[in-house]
């Protein structure tokens, strides 16, 4: 009888061992508006092998957790740099092959092993960018000077206008520059009929700097992929077309 006993608890922990995982969980997702001002580089994954002792998941917040851990070390050894965040993050458990040495009644404790798997996106800030790019500017140029921050070329029309907005900001809080409102910018666009949501060549900014009454013109460009991202900013003197400066950030 004892020994039945036995063999039936053997039995339905071995059953118990081999349900299917609970694991399954989706965090830190990036929302629209943080697709505005955030970019994504790539995507990271990584594992590890885990024992649910009773079968008992671990909370969603404690999984997070560990995963983003693991994602970010994922994401440095694969080159990115150290200003940057994990978002999206998947969390799926995995049948494991060690969960069949519960067959072993010395072993029969009523659990599972998993094989986790997480993905997630690395993220990087863009205001992280202009503020470097932004500082170059600021300590190339000559001070006094009157700029007018004409455009920054990007795949997202809303992704430039943050750009822009967050680099006049810089551009103004350094006490060094004065600056084309941007609202006159908009009136002359709208009466000379040129449009600044392409990509803009020296001859056009130059030509447009001198309508403003700007001295000087920023134009500039977000570019590349994944580890290859960089914003680059080009100051245009508007009398002699020359390039003052070039700034570049990777992202």
Not at 12 to 39: D, N, R, V, Y
Not at 60 to 88: H, M
Request: net charge positive.
């Amino acid at each position: 009888m004892k020994k039945l006993l036995a063999n039936r608890i053997v039995f339905f922990a071995f059953i118990i061992c081999l349900l299917p995982s609970c694991i399954s969980m989706q965090g830190m997702e990036m929302t629209p508006e943080e697709g505005t001002f955030k970019k994504v580089l790539g995507n990271v994954t990584t594992q590890w092998v885990r024992y649910n002792f009773l079968n008992i998941p671990p909370t969603d917040k404690r999984i997070e957790t560990k995963a983003e851990t693991r994602l970010r070390i994922a994401a440095r050894l694969k080159g990115y740099n150290q200003n940057f965040e994990i978002k999206n993050i998947s969390v799926q458990g995995h049948f494991n092959g060690l969960t069949l040495i519960q067959i072993i009644p010395m072993f029969a404790l009523m659990g599972n092993f998993q094989t986790v798997v997480a993905s997630g996106d690395v993220v990087v800030s863009l205001a992280d960018a202009v503020k470097n790019t932004s500082a170059q500017i600021i300590e190339l140029l000559p001070e006094n000077s009157t700029l007018a921050v004409l455009n920054i070329y990007s795949d997202n029309a809303a992704t430039s206008e943050y750009i822009i907005s967050n680099l006049e900001y810089n551009l103004v809080n350094s006490g060094k520059f004065r600056m084309v409102d941007r609202r006159r910018l908009d009136q002359i666009s709208s009466v000379q009929n040129f449009q600044l949501s392409g990509e803009l060549n020296s001859a056009s900014a130059v030509s447009i700097g001198n309508t403003l009454g700007a001295n000087i013109v920023i134009i500039g460009e977000l570019t590349g992929t994944g580890l290859l991202t960089q914003l680059t900013l080009r100051a245009l003197d508007v009398k002699t077309t020359e390039i003052l400066s070039v700034a570049r950030s990777n992202l």
